[in-house]
């Protein structure tokens, strides 16, 4: 009896370790490459400078692409925007929130609030943070994009993830993230921004977040 009990365990527990690394590694590919040269360096009244990426960033990320650039237009309105994607066979990649580095880097988080951006047939669910080093104060935007939907919040994210594994469909994900400053110009020349860029970040997916089926 005690022997068929061990035999019964130690199935369970090859079955269970054989099904977690199909999900962790028998994804099925994510289709096209992002080529982020795509990416317009200028559009409309908003030129970009391409910002480095410290090596240590890329290092604990990990991502399959990532792209900083400061944007201005001629009214001195500026606005830094970060994305990275991660594909789903990508098992060693990681998103960081945010709410974790910023405050890493020595920002302190004054308060956080909800941001809703409209976007093709939908609202983007995305989460705005005003922050402050020294006397530098900042508004950050900022949202993940997956197959099953856009969320800012980080638990909400790995149940997409969960949801894309369970299903055998690809677990990829993007990050996208704006700064500007904090205050009424340049927050309004940010939402202007967001509705100007958002379309080419998602244009260069290889896949379309439920929202946006159909547009």
Partial sequence: MAKKAFLIMLALLLATFAFSAVLQFGRPATGRRIDVRQFPAAKGDWQARTLPIEQGVIA??????????????????????FFSYFSGDNAQSGVHSPRNCMPGAGWTIERTEKRDIPFGNGVIPASRMYVRYETDNRVVDYFYITRHGETSNDYTRKLYTMIGALSFQPADVAFVRFIAADDPADISQLEAFESEFIGEIYGLLPFKPPSQRGS
């Fill in 60 to 81: 604990m990320l990990r991502p399959d692409v990532i792209f900083n650039a400061l944007y201005s237009n001629a009214a001195g309105n500026r606005v830094d925007l």
